[in-house]
């Protein structure tokens, strides 16, 4: 561009061009996308000892009852304190650089999903104790599904939704959908992953370890899926500027 | 011509309905990099649209005298700085300037000659 005026008749579409390629460019720039992620993994794997720590695990004659008390005690804070950070992290880069951020709405829905989760969770620990879904029968695979969409790792891949609307990343929402299909889909975050037994060292055995132990991998996964992510986005990045 | 384009008159030539204080290509850059990042500081305009300081806010007074624009001038630590923030004429102006460039070329597709 230059600073002359142009005639009223320039090329309109070279104009709409200008306007598109100018937008494209601040949004580039305002993206802080790594960052993101990279809170989120490291939040992902701070939650494992807590998970790990608080579960509490009965076991009787007729078999073993669980509940995972460390996602109540760790992940409403963690997220909430995440998301400000995250947003924290957006507002001051964005200002460095001399432009404002997109950030808010993100750490919004973020902290909404850190209310609905602590919601759900309690509702569910008050309310399937006395009325078993299903009337105790096998539950259907929509359940596990929706239950895992609701666990914090679900609702990270939402929040990351809204943050790809937000910053118009396309390379986000297809990481976000990919992700949710991962831990949706895929993943047993809730009802745990058994691992075979060489793969168990010997201090770590017993029905109660193994129960604790088999939440461990998914969470595993996940924080490791943020934290390439991160690293991916973080390269990419370099390379624009 | 006003920033507050009233809506185009279909049976018009769209190239009537154009703002020239919007129109300008340095103008219209930014109107729309204001309103890609809300809020833009002065050397970040003038980095990406390559002016110079003295063109830029001679721009700049353009689109405040037409009230498409707020700046506001404020210091951090020592140094001074500009910020610029679209009004709510400048948003509806750079979306009123987009929605006539997007008639003015679909005007000119549908209108061209075969030996064209």
């Not at chain 2, 340095?26 to 002065?42: D, K, N, S, W």
């Not at chain 2, 400048?90 to 460039?101: C, D, M, Q, T, V």
């Given at each position: ?43 992902t794997f701070?939650a494992i000892?807590?998970d790990w ?99 914090p790792w ?33 993943l047993?975050t809730?009802?745990?992953m ?21 939440m461990t991998p998914s969470q595993l996964i996940i924080g490791a ?17 | ?116």
């Amino acid at each position: 561009m230059t600073a002359e005026s142009r005639p009223a008749g320039d090329d309109p579409r070279r104009l709409l061009s200008d306007v598109r390629e100018l937008a494209g460019r601040v949004r580039r720039d305002q993206r802080l996308t790594h960052v993101a992620l990279l809170v989120l993994a490291a939040v992902t794997f701070v939650a494992i000892p807590f998970d790990w720590l608080f579960m509490q695990v009965d076991c009787d004659g007729s078999g073993c009852v669980f509940a995972r008390r460390g996602l109540l005690y760790y992940w409403p804070p963690a997220l909430l304190i995440a998301y400000a950070a995250i947003a924290v992290r957006y507002v001051r880069a964005a200002r460095a650089r001399g432009l404002g951020a997109r950030v808010l709405p993100y750490a919004i829905t973020g902290a909404a999903t850190a209310v609905v989760f602590t919601a759900a969770y309690t509702a569910a620990a008050a309310y399937f104790p006395t009325h078993p879904p299903f009337d105790g029968g096998p539950l259907p695979f929509w359940w596990f599904a929706l239950d895992r969409l609701i666990a914090p790792w679900g609702l990270i891949g939402l929040a990351l939704l809204v943050l790809a609307r937000l910053e118009r990343n396309v390379a986000l929402l297809l990481f976000a959908l990919g992700y949710l299909a991962l831990v949706v889909l895929v993943l047993p975050t809730t009802d745990g992953m058994n691992l075979p037994g060489w793969a168990v060292p010997s201090f770590l055995s017993g029905t109660e370890m193994q129960i604790r132990l088999s939440m461990t991998p998914s969470q595993l996964i996940i924080g490791a899926v943020l934290l390439a992510g991160g690293i991916a986005f973080a390269k990419v990045r370099r390379g624009q500027r | 011509m006003t920033a507050d384009a009233d809506t185009p008159d279909p049976s018009a030539h769209p190239v009537t309905g154009l703002d020239e204080v919007v129109h300008q290509r340095v103008r219209l850059g930014i109107l729309a990099i204001t309103h890609e990042a809300r809020r833009v500081e002065f050397g970040y305009l003038r980095t990406q649209l390559d002016l110079t300081a003295g063109n830029l806010s001679k721009h700049l007074s353009v689109l405040e005298t037409a009230g498409l624009i707020d700046v506001e001038k404020g210091y951090e630590g020592r140094r001074g700085r500009t910020w610029i923030t679209l009004t709510t004429a400048g948003s509806h102006a750079l979306a009123e300037e987009i929605k006539r460039l997007k008639l003015l070329i679909t005007q000119i597709e549908t209108t061209r000659t075969p030996e064209e």
